[in-house]
């Protein structure tokens, strides 16, 4: 009997602490949809480089616990960001600051949420700007990944722990500079910030691990 009562609460704890085990990985995406207006600039050195008024449009979860895979409305979103300093030409350091400010429709009776809310703040890892032009097309991709939080009832919607997350950064754009120069680039495409939550701190894998191992002696009192 003990045995079986340990056995159910491990696999309580798997299902609560431990979601990725038995499915896909939870994401939140802000999409960045072509045309986009705002700017992409980097002032040369050790200077970081800025994002400024960049288009958000909408927001979706993917494998989220509420409303998986449905869409909501950004309103009068924009994306900004300053990375840390450069590192060597395109090439970026930890620090820095990243925002997505706006509104959101949700496209159910939920309450929106009002414009000029930030719905995202975070600081920057590392970011890096690269160039896949073949020389008749000037084509860049800015990649960066951060650490966040996020807005409380944006989460809620999702079904999503209001904890820190991990973030990537990936926005493509154009600029004639050669690679490792100074620029400023207004001729924006299309990108995505997307998040997942922190994984699970090892306070509570060991937890887990402990209650496992209960299980293993409780078993073998038992045989």
């Known amino acids: 009997m003990r045995s079986r009562l340990l056995v159910a ?34 002032a040369g050195g050790a200077a970081p480089l800025i994002g400024s008024g960049i288009d958000v449009d909408d927001v979706v979860g993917l494998n989220t616990p509420s409303n998986n895979n449905v869409l909501s409305i950004c309103a009068s979103c924009t994306l900004g960001f300053e990375t840390g300093a450069s590192t060597g030409g395109w090439n970026y350091g930890a620090g820095g600051i990243i925002t997505i400010t706006g509104g959101i429709d949700f496209p159910d009776a ?31 991709i800015v990649g960066g990944s951060f650490t966040d939080t996020k807005q409380p009832d944006l989460l809620a919607f999702y079904g999503l722990p ?16 050669n690679m490792g120069n100074q620029f400023t680039s207004n001729t924006i495409f299309s990108g995505d910030v997307i998040n997942q939550p922190v994984p699970i701190p090892a306070a509570v894998w060991l937890f887990g691990s402990g209650l496992l191992g209960l299980v293993g002696i409780a078993r073998r009192r038992k045989s």
């Open 162 to 177: 209001d904890v820190n997350y991990n973030g990537g950064l990936n926005i493509s754009f154009s600029t004639t500079a």
């Open 110 to 140: 939920t309450p929106d949420i009002a414009t000029g809310t930030t719905l995202l703040q975070g600081t920057f890892n590392s970011a890096n700007v690269v160039d896949v032009g073949n020389g008749n097309f000037e084509f860049q």
């Open 9 to 42: 609460v491990y696999a309580s704890i798997c299902v609560l602490f431990f979601p990725a085990i038995a499915q896909a990985s939870t994401v939140l995406d802000f999409g960045i949809t072509a045309p986009t207006t705002g700017t992409l600039s980097y």
